[in-house]
């Protein structure tokens, strides 16, 4: 099947991956050629640390690699059965990606967006086929994180859904449906929910966040803990994520604390920029 993925950044780029892994000849856009350079060679060091473990053939991450194609053009897109959209998390970006795959791609062509909280039925309002949109609401790192969130629209047809489905089970994930696409859906509500939470009592000084981290993986048996979440996911997208379910809910514990506002200003982003929560220089 050819796959398109819009955005090459770490999502983007870690899609193309598992979507090549699995046999699919990908097409991969940016609006950079500098982005795309980067995100190519991200996913060959991804493959090679698989090989080296065993995990795959140098020959299949060879053949993988050889399967992804870049460009800047978002009309390359057009001949892809199943397109991915995986830009920032900004609804007047993702409008203009949607309006224009609308334009270009087949009538019949899939289009997903991984988004994790801006409601699909908003993303596929600006199109003239909303029954073809769907949300595939991958986690990272892609290739190594099993869960796929399938969001429908309010119009997402079943074919659509059965399609997106078919397509994440045969990258090797496991999927949870959400059948109606509050903000947030289901996991990113839960995460953004104990975030705030968590980063109200580092506020407020109730408790480091080296302790409230502690608490949530030996407490609770998570892998880690919300603040550590923030600082892989990236402190600017878990405010954006945040924002989008509080002005679509209105429910105060999705409003962002001070300390996150302030952050985002000052580039405290987390692991990608070197401080976040925690420092990481």
């Given amino acids: 099947m050819k796959i398109a993925v819009v955005g090459a950044g770490l999502m983007g780029g870690g899609i193309a991956q598992v979507s090549a892994l699995a046999g699919h000849d990908v097409t991969l856009q940016d609006v950079g050629q500098e982005s795309l350079v980067r995100g190519k060679d991200a996913i060959a060091g991804s493959l090679e640390k698989f090989a080296a473990k065993g995990r795959i053939t140098e020959q ?24 991915v959209e995986a830009v920032f998390e900004k609804l007047e970006i993702k409008a203009e990606v ?4 609308d ?11 991984n988004t994790s909280a801006i409601p699909i039925t908003t993303i596929a309002a600006v199109t003239q086929r909303p029954e073809m ?3 595939t609401h991958f986690f990272s790192p892609v290739p190594l994180m099993k869960l796929c969130e399938l ?8 074919d659509t859904l059965a399609r997106a489905r078919d397509y994440a089970e045969g990258v090797g ?9 509050v903000a947030g859906f289901v996991t990113t509500r839960l995460i953004t929910a104990l975030a705030m939470e968590a980063i109200a009592l580092v506020e407020s000084g109730v408790a480091s966040a080296e302790d409230v981290d502690t608490a949530c993986r030996l407490g ?12 892989m ?35 405290d982003l987390g692991r990608k920029t070197g401080k976040g929560f925690y420092d990481y220089s």
Avoid at 151 to 158: A, C, E, L, P
Avoid at 173 to 181: P, S, W, Y
Avoid at 235 to 259: G, H, L, R, W
């Fill in 60 to 83: 299949q991450a060879q053949e993988a690699l050889a399967r992804i194609t870049t460009t800047t053009d978002l009309d390359a897109a057009g001949d892809a059965e199943f397109v």
């Fill in 233 to 267: 996911t990236g402190v600017d997208i878990i405010f954006n994520a945040t924002s989008n379910i509080y002005a679509d809910s209105q429910d105060e514990k999705f409003s962002p604390p001070e300390i996150l506002r302030r952050m985002v200003t000052a580039g």
């Fill in 103 to 113: 334009a270009v791609c087949a009538d019949d062509a899939v289009l997903a967006t």
């Fill in 173 to 181: 994930k496991t999927v949870v449906v959400v059948n109606r696409d």
């Fill in 98 to 101: 949607f309006r224009r795959l």
């Fill in 133 to 135: 949109v769907v949300g």
């Fill in 220 to 231: 609770f048996g998570h892998a880690m803990g919300p603040l550590e979440t923030a600082d």
């Fill in 151 to 158: 969001v429908r629209g309010y119009k997402t047809g079943d």
